[in-house]
């Protein structure tokens, strides 16, 4: 079964930045990102398959940037220009060869002055 650690998250001031880091143990092939913040459902920002192409939402495109190193199997999300409308607890999300879905723990990025 996979396991998913998750590091990164934190306090951060508007237009600021921050790296989160998700590590996977087993086998997967597909990796991504994704969000809730209080009140709302959660939501994929970022996605990468193994091929090594990207999907973002909208509202994080041309500022969040996601990457992987598959010699590690670890998956990454650079956010910069960080508005408070990102505040929320971020979570590493691995697919398997089954497509089975699994998730990290969470981390809380909180955008504020």
């Known amino acids: 079964q996979v396991q998913l650690v998750e590091s990164g998250g934190g306090l951060v001031q508007p237009g600021g930045s921050l790296r989160l880091s998700c590590a996977a143990s087993?086998?997967?092939?597909?990796m991504g990102w994704h969000r809730q913040a209080p009140g709302k459902e959660r939501e994929l920002v970022a996605a990468i398959p193994s091929g090594g192409s990207t999907n973002y939402a909208d509202s994080v495109k041309g500022r969040f940037t996601i990457s992987r190193d598959n010699r590690k199997n670890t998956v990454y999300l650079k956010m910069n220009s960080l508005k408070p409308e990102d505040t929320a607890v971020y979570y590493c999300?691995?697919?398997?060869?089954?497509?089975?879905?699994?998730w990290g723990q969470g981390t809380q990025v909180t955008v504020s002055s």
């Open positions: 999300n691995a697919r398997n060869i089954y497509e089975h879905d699994y």
């Open positions: 087993g086998s997967i092939l597909h």
